[in-house]
Antibody, heavy 121, light 110 residues
Framework: EVQLVESGGGLVKPGGSLRLSCAAS????????MNWVRQAPGKGLEWVSS????????YYADSVKGRFTISRDNAKNSLYLQMNSLRAEDTAVYYC??????????????WGQGTLVTVSS | QSVLTQPPSVSEAPRQRVTISCSGS????????VNWYQQLPGKAPKLLIY???LLPSGVSDRFSGSKSGTSASLAISGLQSEDEADYYC???????????FGGGTKLTVL
């Protein structure tokens, strides 16, 4: 059974840093691209970042570029999101999501339960 | 302001059919597949439709997807109370080099 379990969320002051983790199990983690998607309270989904299976390709939303860093450790079946210079507008539930492909087209087929990040003084 | 445009809400009676639209542009829907996600209250999103009109294993065939040009639609037939949820469309955007989501549509089953 595919499982994605996020951790590392919490309360942080504006300008602070936080590192999120996503522990994967039930599939060969090293062969899948992975993503972070967030959802501010009462708002819609917003894609944050993607990383390919070997970390060769990394993409960020403009809203987090230069502040957030996505990474992975295939030996530990783990995905990470280092978040620096946090702002109030980064307050959200952060989901990790597995990236699958069908005939060259991609989709998020499994999602974790999410971890809440609150940026407030 | 989301890159993909969805109606904020739709409502319909049980056993009826409802459609949710998703409008984009040539750099996203016009050039890439559309995926749909269902988010039940208080839960994580779940893949509902991928590659425009394909159903993942385990998803009811009451759900269907379609795409034409730069727009896509999700249809739900035989509405049930358990279908009450938020629905999101998503696609890769070649210009932004990232995923874009619709703002979400809240479905109410009357």
């Amino acid at each position: 059974e595919v499982q994605l379990v996020e951790s590392g969320g919490g309360l942080v002051k504006p300008g602070g840093s936080l590192r999120l983790s996503c522990a994967a199990s039930g599939f060969t983690f090293s062969t899948y691209s992975m993503n972070w998607v967030r959802q501010a309270p009462g708002k819609g989904l917003e894609w944050v970042s993607s990383i390919s299976s070997s970390s060769s390709y990394i993409y960020y939303a403009d809203s987090v570029k230069g502040r957030f860093t996505i990474s992975r450790d295939n030996a530990k079946n783990s995905l990470y999101l280092q978040m620096n210079s946090l702002r109030a507008e980064d307050t959200a539930v952060y989901y990790c999501a597995r990236d699958s492909r069908w005939l060259g087209n991609r989709y998020f087929d499994y999602w974790g339960q999410g971890t809440l990040v609150t940026v407030s003084s | 302001q989301s890159v993909l445009t969805q109606p904020p809400s739709v409502s319909e009676a049980p056993r009826q059919r409802v459609t949710i639209s998703c409008s984009g542009s040539s750099s996203n829907i016009g050039d890439n597949a559309v995926n749909w996600y269902q988010q039940l209250p208080g839960k994580a999103p779940k893949l509902l439709i991928y590659y425009d009109d394909l159903l993942p294993s385990g998803v009811s065939d009451r759900f269907s997807g379609s795409k034409s040009g730069t727009s896509a639609s999700l249809a739900i037939s035989g509405l049930q109370s358990e279908d009450e949820a938020d629905y999101y469309c998503a696609a890769w955007d070649d210009s932004l080099n990232g995923w874009v989501f619709g703002g979400g549509t809240k479905l109410t089953v009357l």
